[in-house]
Each structure stands twice: as structure tokens, then as C-alpha cells.
């Protein structure tokens, strides 16, 4: 089984910068896509980054275009999450998701993590 843990969370200013971390274990092999997702209460999980197995092809939603980058590195089974430029609007719970293909809508995904909190302040 395929488990997905989020690090690096946190409380950050206007204008600063935090690193996201989605380690994975088990049968990683089969997941091809990535994903970084971010969700505020009462609001529907958004997709804020995919990336494929072969870290090639990469995804962003228009909001974080230019200020976020997703990599992924198949050795260390880890997916990061560059958050630059942040705004309070970026503030939410950040979750990493895994599949094997296709995957653009948050309940196609099968493996989750449990969330890192992140809180941009004004």
C-alpha cells in the first residue's frame, strides 16, 4: 500500500517562501502522477500542482503559475513543493495525492496524505 506523508507547513509572511515535502513508500512504481491539492473549509479541494513519474510534464493551477514549482525525484520516492511569492489567499491545508494515471479531479486520486496546514499572514 502506497502511503504518502506532507512536511513543511507552517506559518509564513506575505511575500515569503516555504518548502513543501510529500515522502512515499511502498509500491511507488505504479504512481505516475503526483499531485499537490489545498483546501479551506467549506470550499472544494483544489488541484495546485501535478507532475508526472518522469518529472517532465508539470501542472499548475492559473493562481500559482509563476510563484509555486513541483518537482519530483524518484530516488528518495519525494515530491516538493516551492512556494514563492506567498499570499494570504495561498492559506489552507495542503494535501499530497498519488494514482497511477490520469487524474485531474481530487476523488480519482486513491492515495493521500494527511494534510500539513499552511498560514500566510498579512
Known amino acids: 500500500q502506497v502511503q504518502l506523508s506532507e512536511s513543511g507547513g507552517g506559518l509564513v509572511q506575505a511575500g515569503g517562501s516555504l518548502r513543501l515535502s510529500c515522502a512515499a513508500s511502498g509500491p511507488t512504481f505504479s504512481m505516475n502522477i503526483i499531485s499537490w491539492f489545498r483546501q479551506t473549509a467549506g470550499k472544494e479541494r483544489e488541484l495546485v500542482a501535478r507532475i508526472t513519474r518522469s518529472g517532465t510534464t508539470a501542472h499548475y493551477s492559473d493562481s500559482v503559475k509563476g510563484r509555486f514549482t513541483i518537482s519530483r525525484d524518484n530516488v528518495s520516492n519525494t515530491v516538493n513543493l516551492q512556494m514563492n511569492s506567498l499570499k494570504p489567499e495561498d492559506t489552507a491545508v495542503y494535501y499530497c495525492?498519488?494514482?497511477?494515471?490520469?487524474?485531474?479531479?481530487?476523488?480519482?486520486?486513491?492515495?493521500w496524505g494527511r494534510g500539513t496546514p499552511v498560514t500566510v499572514s498579512s
Open positions: 495525492a498519488a494514482g497511477p494515471f490520469g487524474l485531474w479531479e481530487a476523488r480519482e486520486y486513491p492515495y
